[in-house]
């Protein structure tokens, strides 16, 4: 099946969707510097019994790459904007890293459109010097120079090592990100602050961390955790940031146990 681009928010969103027309709505939402490509095998794997909603964030893949400086709010209404376009009322909701960012933002602010949430390797908080020094790099030097550091905090070493394949793919995919589109997103992390939201957060919630994660560590999605009303996180061993790439069976299986039990 092959994606589709729909006017939501002012702006073009690519879009896939896969599985029964009549089964519960899953949405994938991705991270920074990425696609909806990376959810391939979770979305394979659960579209047996779920229909399965993906799309690329603005300025990413085959979403428009607007000018200027994005906000997880903004983020979060091109979102909300997507499934009034595809007429999804009430949806299960998947993020990853910034995509688990938008997640918790819409899932404080419109509680009523969302079943439940898993949170994949993501923060509540933002480090901004961090991310001002990337913003820096991309605007003056391009955001070429990131691609290689970014890979490095994305995978375990044993990954690099094993699955150049995969390396390789993702380093393409990085690529393929619009400058625009980067520094946009990355603006919004920087400034992104969620904590508070935290407790309005009704829907029930799984996070999943990667025990060797250094850009959302295992401490601060614990904190994430305590504010959130009944949730649970699960932190896989031997694992970095993209677990949709790195671990894609174990998240598979949780995503699949935990929606079984919301159901």
């Known amino acids: 099946m092959s994606a ?17 027309a009549e089964a519960p709505v899953i949405v994938f ?8 490509s990376i959810w391939n095998q979770v979305a394979e794997a659960l ?7 993906r799309y690329d964030l603005r300025g990413h893949g085959g979403t428009t790459a607007t000018p200027g400086e994005y906000s997880i709010s903004l983020l979060g209404d091109d979102l909300l904007a997507l499934l009034d376009a595809l007429n999804f009322k009430k949806v299960h909701l998947v993020g990853l890293s910034i995509g688990g960012m938008i997640a918790q933002s819409v899932a404080a602010t419109a509680p009523r459109r969302f079943l439940s ?12 010097a961090i991310w001002e020094q990337r913003l820096d790099i991309a605007r003056r030097r ?19 090592k094993r699955e150049p394949e995969l390396i390789a793919s993702t380093r393409r995919m990085i690529s393929e990100t619009s400058t625009s589109g980067y520094v946009g997103s990355a603006a919004a992390l ?12 009704s ?21 994430m955790r305590r504010a959130i009303p009944d949730a649970r996180l699960v932190a896989l061993p031997g694992a970095a940031h993209l677990l949709a790439l790195e671990r894609p069976k174990e998240l598979i299986g949780l995503i699949g146990g935990f929606l079984e039990r919301v159901s």
């Open 117 to 128: 949430l898993v949170l994949c390797a993501t923060s509540s908080e933002s480090v901004p």
């Open 142 to 160: 391009g955001f070429g120079e990131l691609i290689e550091p970014t890979l490095l905090r994305w995978f375990m070493p044993e990954t690099h």
């Open 4 to 20: 589709q681009v729909v006017r939501a928010n002012g702006i073009d969103v690519r879009y896939l969707i896969e599985g029964p």
């Open 29 to 36: 939402s991705n991270s920074l510097a990425s696609d909806l």
């Open 190 to 201: 920087r400034d992104m602050n969620l904590m508070s939201l935290l407790a309005q957060i």
């Open 203 to 223: 829907a029930p919630t799984l996070l999943v961390a990667g025990q060797n994660d250094v850009a959302t560590p295992v401490a601060g999605m614990e904190s």
């Open 47 to 53: 579209s047996c019994n779920y229909r399965i909603l």
